[in-house]
């Protein structure tokens, strides 16, 4: 619990839910015939709806990016570090949005969620979504919050891969694109440790085929062994080292399988807390939607061909020890959009925190992201 | 089944046994009153039994490091692109030992073998043994074997770290060590690499806390995310974009989570078979003596000193894609024996394959490890 909400934050905020009625047309070719999304707004939308920036969220992330829910809750949202008055999203310039994604568990519709045909939690029976899916819901949200042009669309990591679709499929409605640790697709490795995570949510005898709702579980084993390995992949070898090194939790070796090393420790609280709080079906969900996101296929392969019609400017922000997505698939983005002679800045920055490095307030990417902020304000003042 | 047995393989062997009743004290203070080692030899012992060679073998690794044991082997031992007449390790030269190291699976005492004390098998009682315990361990094999010195003990991965500690244990008994895609001890990132495949056996309900044998069932599940995971980390980036890229198994997407892509199908296949041939509780000893091993830790951390007895010439091979132990980690090896004045030579190899490169016979790699051995041939011939 935060004694006194920090100055510079956006205090409490108050998810919301607008719920569609007209159905929705997803990749898969399923239909959703109704859905929610659940949302955070912050700052004030101006009088001519040009101040509005959408943030998406990554695999585990929600609608919760800044502020609290309550005075109660321990931490703030998860993009805490870029959102609010004075910080790179500064919420006394910008509407900011965040909506939970299709398929999440924190309030927008997905596989917790009653299905109104069955009348039972859609469980496995939630159709596979994918990043172009949650791309046209929020462009609905959009739709419904009145801002028919997002001065930016900002994410990291899976969030960045919706900025890019952003531009491809809605060239019109983005002036500022802001793709932070992410990847034009994922490499074989990437996809390697996604279907290892799967397959440990899958193998769990409390999986029960994903209908675990109707026995009263939660495949707890396989999901806390999916965060745990997601958690390596977060952090650099160097964090980690720095972090943990072969720090021996009580001092000393005990010959036992019990926590012996820090790291170890650590693991097992991230599993173990995930669990709480996240939902197993989800995270197939969204491994799912990072394997299948590939926009150069439709173009033989090539990236500048799926970026032609894009009229955002772009931003692009890679870490130099980010091995998840390291800077080389930033770059490729990059140089697509140089060859299509496209807008873009670029800033690779020496951090050590690997993936997870795109939520820490790392001075020269803040001084960076700031800066770009700056340029989009005063166009928005100019507008 | 090999139709014919290459010219270039050892061909046909048979494993042997030696039955130790001598007690071995073990470094996490339990006594193994009696034991076996089962191993292979290839290649004859010369008269003063000075062409010796020493092989230590990795986590899934075993006494088979080449030949054939029957004419129905689907394939060779585990290294015969190195071992063989004519090949690095020329078995027409050296007579070469490789021994199933204890708590091993395939014939050495470990958790699936009868504790003689309990009738039942050992399982989860039995102890937890370290490099140095199997150092211990090859040494009395030695004397069995009447080789009072190896011309030289070689390993890649932990078989390295084994190499290592005989250097630094028995330096009256070892020519030369050859040390292979190692490291000095594992970094916090390979031991958290390590926690979550333990994890995986640990927490499959088939686990029965180690005690699987007496339910006649073993931990499938745990075993095989872990060995799924294993191959993530011994394979590069590169190497599975060359051999997979984002191929689909059917040409398509299939919007559902059986396999897709030939990445899930390839780690699949290899956990399965494993999971036939490879017993939980040996995986769960092998990665704790690999997180456990650290010679420097006695010295302050400073590994020049842990050497400072060596008097084995030191030959280190690192491959540059090799990020389990990448080349960084050999490097500290040949520092630390640079700082002691120390005989080293060190190659790194130019290799996409990841740590699986010292299983591969590339070229460049073959060549320098031959031209080595051939060092030690000379010195074998004028002693």
Redesign the interface.
Known sequence: MPDTIPADSIGLVTPQTHHFSQPLEL???KTLGEYSLVYETYGTLNSSASNAILICHALSGDQHAAGYNSMDDRKPGWWESAIGPGKPIDTDRFFVVCSNNLGGCKGSTGPTTTNPETGRPYGPDF??VTVEDWVNSQARLGDVLGIERWSAVIGGSLGGMQVLQWAIDYPERISHAIVIAAAP?????N???N??A???I????DFYDGDYYSHDTVPR?GL??AR??G??TY?S?DS??A????ELREGQ?N???DV??Q??SY??YQ?RSFVDRFDANTY?LMT?AL??Y?PASEHNDNLAAALAMVTAKFMVIAFTSD?RFSPERSREIVRALLDGNKQVSYAEIEAHHGHDAFLVPIKPYMDIFHAYMERIIKEVAQS
């Open positions: 990749a898969c070719g159709p596979i697709k994922l490499s074989a490795q996809i390697a440790f279907e290892v799967r397959q440990a899958m193998s769990d005898p084993r806390m062994l745990m390995l958690h390596i952090l070898d980690m080292r972090k943990f090194g072969r070796i010959y036992g399988f012996e090393f790291v170890e693991l097992r599993g197939l799912k394997d299948y590939d091995w």
